[in-house]
C-alpha cells in the first residue's frame, strides 16, 4: 500500500472498517484515492465491551457489575458467532440493567452494540435509533478523552451505516469527524484498525 498523508490514511482504515467483511475500494471510488481500487482489506467488526472500555463504577453493587460482565461476554460471544437475534436479547437485558443503575457509559456502549447488531440484521431503522440514542448521551457528558473516544467509536458505526445504505458522501464526512476526534485525543489505534 503507498504512503498517504496521516488523515487521508485514517479516512481509509475507517472507510474500510466494515461490518467484518471485505470492502471494495471501488465501492468509496472517487471519493478517497482511485488509485486503490484494486487493493481489498478485511477487518473483523465486534462490537466494543464495556469491559474494554469503562472503569466500573464504585457505586454499583459488585455481583450486578458481575452480572453486566456476564451479560456483555455472553452477548460478544454470540455476536461473533452470527447469532444476532440472540445477541440483541443478551444486550437488551444490558441495557435496562444500565437504565436501572443509571450508568450512562453503560449505556451509550450498549445502545452502540445493539447498532452493530442491528447493521448485520439490516434492521436500519433501530440501528439510527439506538445510535442516535448513544449520542442523545454523549452530547450531555462532559468532553473528556474517554467520552470523546466512545463518540468517535459511535461515530464510526454510524459511518457503517451511512456506507452499508449506499450513502458514500455521509459516512465519508462522518468518517472525518470520527478521524478529528481521534487525533485530539492522539489515539492513533482507534483508526488504524485495518488492512
Not at 62 to 87: I, P
Not at 157 to 183: D, F, H, P, S
Request: hydrophobic content about 35%.
Amino acid at each position: 500500500m503507498k504512503q498517504l498523508p496521516l488523515v487521508t490514511a485514517c479516512i481509509l482504515s475507517l472507510a474500510y472498517n466494515f461490518g467484518g467483511q471485505k470492502v471494495k475500494a471501488t465501492q468509496v471510488d472517487g471519493i478517497i484515492d482511485e488509485n486503490l481500487a484494486a487493493e481489498e482489506l478485511l477487518v473483523l467488526r465486534q462490537p466494543v465491551t464495556v469491559s474494554d472500555s469503562l472503569t466500573t463504577n464504585d457505586a454499583e453493587p459488585q455481583h450486578e457489575v458481575a452480572d453486566s460482565k456476564a451479560l456483555e461476554k455472553q452477548a460478544q460471544q454470540l455476536y461473533e458467532q452470527g447469532e444476532f437475534a440472540q445477541a440483541t436479547s443478551l444486550l437488551k437485558q444490558l441495557l435496562e440493567t444500565y437504565q436501572t443503575q443509571n450508568n450512562l457509559l453503560g449505556q451509550v456502549i450498549t445502545y452502540r452494540n445493539l447498532a452493530l447488531v442491528t447493521q448485520q440484521l439490516g434492521q436500519w431503522q433501530q440501528t439510527e435509533q439506538f445510535l442516535s440514542s448513544a449520542l442523545n448521551i454523549l452530547e450531555g457528558l462532559d468532553s473528556t478523552s474517554e467520552n470523546r473516544k466512545l463518540l468517535a467509536q459511535t461515530l464510526d458505526v454510524q459511518g457503517q451505516t451511512y456506507l452499508a445504505r449506499g450513502q458514500a458522501e455521509k459516512a465519508l464526512e462522518t468518517w472525518k469527524q470520527t478521524t478529528k476526534i481521534y487525533q485530539g485525543i492522539d489515539d492513533i489505534s482507534g483508526f488504524t484498525r485495518g488492512q
